[in-house]
């Protein structure tokens, strides 16, 4: 029996190769086959795949424009920094529609992937260092159904990277009903400082007589004195996950993701 794989055309196995490719992009990468396991299933040589590639891409490409869109829109402070979750609505202000999959696929073609606000994937900052102060009650429970505005808010901080390659710290306050981010700072370092600026921000934006609930993980910064008796002088109520719990502040954790 002919095996219907091998009488495939080089041209047909170099594209079931790339579309495998970024059907795989959402899977962990130890999840992915690598592109010599696929190009050894599918019995085509390395060689031969990269060359049919080239020609795919430059052989009347009706996606010549868009591209150069893409890496235009794709660009900040000269280094590629946007996702396809931020690039989509640009390229359609500027006229262009098309499918996830399809934008996802073209920015893999031009290497156009984001710089900045990715997390570090190897020793990742954490802000637990155990109990250091008083730990809040979990009045949440993973119960993330607030609908109106000021009921309940999200806080966290993040190791980020920039778009000239450096690290550093996001503080970032998020209304649960709203999805809105109601306060953002930047920091080099997850120190106090750093903390009360998005606390003071806050301030800035709570409208009077709300008393939300101020919802974090159980980082240090959230047990200390200082920004216990700040939030209480806003008329916060104090919130908590429980200890090595990522879920417990899950809209946090989506909003860092989205980046």
């Not at 499918?99 to 606000?117: D, H, K």
């Not at 000239?164 to 953002?184: C, F, G, N, P, R």
Request: aromatic share 8%; charged share 25%.
């Amino acid at each position: 029996m002919v095996d219907p794989v091998r009488t495939l055309k080089a041209k047909e196995k170099t594209i079931i190769v790339d579309q495998i490719r970024v059907d795989q992009q959402n899977l962990p990468k130890k999840e992915r086959y690598g592109i010599g396991e696929l190009l050894k299933t599918i019995d085509l040589k390395r060689p031969t795949y990269y060359d049919e590639r080239k020609r795919i891409i430059n052989k009347n490409d009706k996606y010549a424009d868009v591209k150069v869109v893409i890496k235009e829109k794709g660009k900040w402070r000269g280094s590629y920094t946007y996702g396809y979750r931020r690039i989509m609505p640009l390229l359609e202000k500027a006229g262009y529609h098309m499918a996830e999959a399809t934008l996802r696929r073209l920015m893999n073609e031009l290497g156009v992937q984001p710089a900045m606000y990715n997390r570090r994937k190897n020793n990742h900052y954490s802000s637990y260092k155990g109990t250091v102060g008083k730990v809040a009650d979990n009045l949440l429970n993973q119960t993330f159904d607030a609908t109106s505005p000021f009921t309940v808010l999200h806080t966290d901080v993040s190791q980020v990277r920039l778009g000239d390659s450096t690290w550093a710290y996001m503080s970032v306050i998020l209304d649960q009903a709203t999805k809105e981010v109601l306060a953002a700072s930047v920091s080099q370092s997850p120190n106090k400082l750093l903390i009360m600026d998005t606390l003071n921000q806050l301030e800035d934006n709570l409208p009077n007589n709300f008393s939300p609930i101020i919802h974090s993980d159980q980082g240090w910064h959230y047990q200390l004195e200082y920004y216990r008796e700040k939030i209480n002088s806003l008329g916060l109520i104090q919130s908590m996950s429980r200890k090595g719990n990522c879920l417990d502040n899950a809209p946090n954790g989506k909003l860092f993701l989205s980046f």
